[in-house]
């Protein structure tokens, strides 16, 4: 099933009404924690109601931060008002985000990377274990596009397949991420979503992104901006990442609402919706039906796990980043969890960058 991540902005919906007036958008995805119910104007409750009535509707999370080291209230609230949105509005499944946003303004934030270890693993299973026990639907998790090393970038595929080993949890590959990490890399593409547990791949983000002039001078650096075209190496990939990934369900272009505002934009991106259509229904793609989920009992502690040392790291690294340490600075820090003398400088400067748009504080 081909679909849009919907946006509430009006340059969006003037761009989609052409796919929703000839019913090409086959299922429609929802970022539930962006506009809650009481902002929402009634033109987008009753569409996302109506894909939900057709059970074509899914839900992506952006808040919740998997991998913050301290629970807090803000957790809490998260997950008591996903109830309230899974009880009145039917989801086929909710996805999250890889990675950690513990700034107070969260809703200013950025999720950044963290490394696989027995630690930071335990915490990510915990914040999901909470995050499943809260819904009745699969729960699945989103490859992140920024890494501050290549090792992040080669272990990413196996921290997500240890992540969602106990919650019968499945991903969301975002291609775009995989692109961001192969320019920034130097690596194929293929070569990094051959690390991947292809089989828990149940739904597929395509977006395009923008570039980043080095500060060393050296080549651009990619970002997940999701403000233009999906890059040609995406769509050439995009034939066999289909024939791989068995268990697949949806495809999900994302595009932000306000980057579509001339004709042209408009155009662009209806052209890249015609275009995914097409790969989707000349490959081999068999369309197989939904596998059956059944919820998977979890003994839940009844405290939420936390690390203080995590926590402090997790704080002090995105308060430097803020403000604009010095690159030596932060790979010379003698961080437990961080390994950040491995860092690539060019990625910090890129986090710094990202975080001073953002404003979490």
Not at 182 to 192: D, G, K, P, R, W
Not at 215 to 238: E, N, S
Request: charged share 30%; proline share 3%; net charge negative.
């Amino acid at each position: 099933m081909l679909g849009v991540s919907m946006m509430a902005e009006a340059d969006f919906v003037s761009a989609v009404l052409p796919l929703l007036q000839n019913n090409s958008i086959d299922v429609m995805e929802w970022s539930f924690d962006t506009l809650y119910h009481a902002n929402e104007p009634d033109w987008l409750r009753d569409l996302l109601n109506f894909y939900a009535e057709n059970n074509r509707l899914i839900g992506h999370g952006v808040y919740y931060s998997l991998f913050d080291a301290r629970w807090t209230e803000r957790q809490e609230e998260w997950l008591k008002k996903l109830k309230e949105e899974v009880n009145l509005r039917k989801y086929n499944h909710i996805t999250e985000h890889f990675g950690f946003m513990n700034t107070e303004n969260f809703h200013q934030g950025v999720p950044l990377p963290v490394s696989l270890h027995p630690k930071t693993l335990q915490i990510g299973k915990d914040r999901l274990y909470r995050l499943q026990e809260a819904v009745n639907i699969p729960v699945g998790i989103e490859n992140l596009a920024f890494s501050f090393s290549i090792d992040d970038v080669k272990e990413q595929g196996v921290f997500l397949d240890k992540l969602t080993e106990d919650t019968n949890g499945f991903l969301i590959l975002d291609l775009h991420n995989i692109y961001c990490q192969s320019c920034n890399f130097e690596l194929e593409m293929q070569e990094i979503i051959d690390l991947y547990p292809l089989d828990k791949v149940k739904e597929i983000h395509l977006s395009g992104g923008s570039w980043q002039d080095s500060v060393y001078g050296k080549k651009q650096v990619r970002r997940d901006t999701h403000d233009d075209v999906i890059p040609r190496d995406i769509l050439f990939v995009l034939p066999s990442v289909l024939t791989q990934c068995e268990n697949l369900e949806y495809i999900i272009i994302e595009r932000l609402g306000h980057t579509l505002k001339t004709d042209e934009e408009r155009d662009h991106f209806l052209d890249d919706f015609s275009k995914v259509k097409t790969i989707i229904e000349t490959s081999e793609l068999n369309g197989k039906e939904k596998s059956n989920w059944s919820k998977m009992k979890v003994e839940l502690s009844e405290k939420p796990l936390e690390d203080p040392v995590l926590y402090e790291e997790q704080s002090r690294l995105t308060q430097l980043l803020y403000d604009n340490a010095d690159v030596k600075a932060i790979k010379d820090l003698d961080f437990y969890y961080f390994k950040t003398e491995n860092w690539d400088a060019e990625m910090i400067l890129t986090a710094q960058n990202i975080i001073k748009k953002w404003n979490p504080y």
